[in-house]
């Protein structure tokens, strides 16, 4: 193989790893985000649920403080009870005690309802505590994961890095030149392997007598349609050769 076209095949293949690498890199934020919102959203389910609680503790205070308020007109109108002068007198009296008793029997129960909501609610609290704790512990292994995966992005792209530099230092200055300019404008991609006829890349059909040049990869030949640099992969030149022959 030409080694000017061995260097480009090279040279593809080291830019189409530091430019995955890059992507790679590029995502850590976004992953990292989506690591956060996953805690963020567990804790919003304990603030939601410690809320529902202390909203439900305030609501039976608030019904207990109304109990002791009947409570207390209900103590004085049995101490007053005895002071009454007239029958009419009496009746009312004991009208205003049975109101004031049905009124502290239905808060009572009231009282009761809120003690097993927050009973409930004191279980659900616990329960996303729970979830918040296990959440954390899986988040911070992911983290430590995508942390170690993105040194290893980091290392392999200091070492493509490198490796391209040494390549081009070896390399055609116009060669390289034509290189990137055919990468930023397809792509990133300006080197393909031409197959059965035809570009892989750009999927173009090539002229029999061009593709018959481009399988003795003893040059460098652009499809006509794309334009990138193309090589034929898996025969070597004497074997096209032979087959040129017979």
Not at 59 to 66: I, L, N, P, T
Not at 79 to 97: C, F, H, P, S
Not at 133 to 141: I, P, Y
């Amino acid at each position: 193989m030409l080694p000017d076209l061995e260097r480009l095949i090279r040279l593809q293949q080291l830019e189409s790893t530091a430019d995955a690498d890059r992507r790679h890199i590029a995502e850590q934020p976004e992953r990292a985000q989506a690591l956060q919102t996953r805690i963020d959203q567990a804790q919003a389910a304990v603030d939601t649920a410690k809320a529902q609680l202390a909203a439900s503790q305030q609501a039976r205070r608030e019904v207990e403080k109304e109990v002791a308020v009947i409570q207390g007109r209900l103590s004085k109108f049995k101490g007053q009870l005895m002071d009454v002068k007239t029958n009419r007198e009496y009746q009312a009296m004991q009208k205003e005690i049975e109101v004031a008793e049905v009124e502290v029997k239905a808060m009572e129960d009231r009282i009761l309802d809120l003690m097993l909501e927050g009973d409930q609610l004191g279980a659900a609290v616990k329960e996303a505590e729970r979830a918040l704790a296990a959440e954390q512990l899986a988040v911070k292994a992911d983290r430590r994961t995508l942390d170690e995966e993105v040194a290893a992005w980091e290392a392999e792209l200091a070492k493509a890095s490198a490796a391209r530099a040494e390549l081009v230092a070896d390399m055609q200055p116009q060669l390289v030149v034509t290189f990137e300019q055919l990468a930023r404008q397809r792509k990133g991609i300006g080197v393909a392997e031409a197959r059965d006829g035809i570009c892989t890349i750009c999927h173009v059909r090539i002229r029999p007598q061009v593709f018959n040049t481009i399988r003795r990869n003893d040059a460098i030949i652009q499809c006509d349609h794309c334009r990138r640099i193309l090589y034929f992969a898996g025969v070597t030149t004497d074997a096209v050769t032979n087959e040129a022959v017979q």
